[in-house]
């Protein structure tokens, strides 16, 4: 048998990454979220901007979707999932 299947695993169900550095503002609830979002997208000015989105296993995409695509200021708001290949 393998030696690495003997270890334990290292996965967590409940993941946090806690951010100490005090120069760093973390929000909470989707309306203080998309505030936030919309107050740092508007400095940008007049630039085009991209904002985009990475996820980890076990989000729960619809809530985050749902949530950003209702109160973000936006033209667009693409999915990539939905300019995917398919499977076969």
């Given at each position: 048998m393998k030696k690495y299947l003997n270890k334990p695993s290292k996965f967590t169900n409940l993941p946090v990454v806690e951010v100490k550095n005090e120069s760093y503002k973390v929000e909470n609830g989707w309306?203080?979220?998309?505030?936030?979002?919309?107050?740092?997208?508007?400095?940008?000015?007049?630039?085009?901007?991209?904002?985009?989105?990475?996820?980890?296993?076990?989000?729960?995409?619809?809530?985050?979707?749902?949530?950003?695509?209702?109160?973000?200021?936006?033209?667009r708001f693409i999915q990539a999932s939905e300019y995917l290949l398919p499977e076969e």
């Open positions: 309306e203080a979220i998309c505030a936030r979002l919309n107050k740092e997208i508007s400095v940008l000015g007049e630039k085009k901007k991209l904002v985009v989105i990475e996820t980890y296993q076990g989000v729960i995409h619809e809530e985050l979707i749902s949530n950003l695509n209702a109160c973000l200021k936006c033209d």
